[in-house]
């Protein structure tokens, strides 16, 4: 599934604008919060290719854009990065292309599980939370365990626990499978048509993709939501949940995000609000970022496919640079 023609790419860029035209002004939530500075101004300029009653809603690119600091990325790996207030796209390798997205998939699920959850609702952990692969990220949930949407979101996009992905599937849905065809469902409706997931955490699994744009699309529509923000940026959590025999359960977690701890810093008047990060063989290390300028103007960007965490967090402290040299 990850080789394109050039046809099906052009089809499927149509299918974006179209659908994006039509969908657009229905999938917002709210407000970007943190005190972004959203502008009301729909012009947009610099964009190399764009589609008519789309590009005013969204940064639109059909080619790679290289950036002005000429800085090169590994030739497997695929970047973006994406002006949210101007619709520009200011940097784009491979943005097209399809790949494994690893725990990137996360932030679909947290989109389903905002629009469709409670973040008081009760989750009771099911014997599933169990059917994951050796080595998989969990923050220790157990069959019986019970907890809140909001603490299993926490859970999921900090640490990056499986085991809370599933637990949310199953209580938006009913099941893994049906909690796919809704993030499926939810995905078209923001125009990211080259994506396809079966899972809701994003471990391995054959016909489970994205793209660096759809990426971008996704997560576009999660900044919208105040709880994925907040979330985002914290660096550790820690919650008490229910036991299955009536006890607390404390459980503490960090976040996965390098630049948290401080192991990464950003470029000079570049401010990191956070992220998700993703990494599996299939995948390599993946990372989208939210971040915003000196200005408090927000950005989107995103590498996948890169071949090793080091060389991740080098390459996006580049890529984020391309943000001084606009």
Same mark, same amino acid.
């Given at each position: ?15 974006? $604008? +179209?659908?994006? $035209? ?6 917002? #939530?709210?407000?970007? =919060? ?8 729909? !012009?947009? *300029?610099?964009?190399? !290719?764009?589609?008519?009653? %789309? #590009?005013? @809603?969204?940064?639109? /690119? ?19 990065? %994406?002006?949210? @207030? ?25 989109? $389903? ?16 939370? *169990? ?16 907890? /809140? ?5 926490? %859970? ?12 949310? +599937? ?10 796919? @065809? ?11 048509? @080259? ?8 471990? &391995? ?21 105040? &709880? ?11 919650? /008490? ?14 976040? #996965? ?7 990464? &810093? ?19 290390? $993946? ?10 103007? =927000? ?7 890169? #071949? ?19």
């Amino acid at each position: 599934m990850r080789c394109i023609n050039r046809l099906k790419k052009t089809i499927s860029y149509l299918l974006i $604008c +179209a659908v994006l $035209c039509v969908s657009f002004c229905a999938c917002g #939530s709210s407000d970007i =919060p943190l005190d972004y500075k959203v502008a009301n101004d729909l !012009s947009v *300029n610099g964009i190399e !290719s764009k589609a008519e009653g %789309f #590009s005013s @809603n969204i940064a639109v /690119t059909d080619k790679d854009v290289n950036g002005k600091t000429g800085f090169a990325l590994e030739e497997e790996s695929a970047a973006g990065l %994406f002006d949210v @207030n101007a619709k520009q796209v200011l940097y784009a390798k491979n943005v097209h292309e399809q790949m494994n997205p690893a725990s990137l998939t996360k932030v679909m699920t947290a989109i $389903c599980a905002l629009k469709y959850g409670n973040l008081e609702d009760t989750i009771i952990c099911s014997e599933n939370i *169990n059917n994951l692969e050796s080595g998989a990220s969990t923050c220790g949930l157990k069959p019986g365990d019970k907890l /809140t949407l909001e603490q299993a979101l926490n %859970f999921m996009l900090l640490p990056s626990a499986n085991d809370a992905a599933i637990a949310i +599937a199953e209580h938006i849905s009913g099941s893994v499978d049906e909690f796919s @065809n809704l993030m499926n469902s939810e995905a078209k409706k923001l125009g990211a048509t @080259n994506s396809h997931f079966v899972n809701p955490h994003g471990l &391995t699994a054959e016909d489970h993709y994205t793209t660096v744009y759809d990426m971008y699309l996704i997560t576009n529509e999660a900044i919208h939501y105040s &709880t994925f923000m907040d979330i985002i940026q914290l660096s550790e959590y820690s919650a /008490t949940i229910t036991d299955k025999n009536g006890g607390e359960k404390n459980i503490d977690v960090k976040s #996965s995000n390098k630049f948290h701890d401080g192991t990464y &810093t950003a470029p000079e008047r570049i401010t990191v609000i956070g992220g998700k990060t993703g990494t599996t063989t299939a995948a390599g290390s $993946c990372l989208v970022l939210v971040t915003r300028d000196s200005q408090g103007n =927000p950005f989107i960007s995103v590498i996948l496919h890169a #071949s090793e965490r080091s060389v991740l967090y080098d390459e996006m402290v580049k890529l984020l640079d391309e943000i001084n040299s606009r």
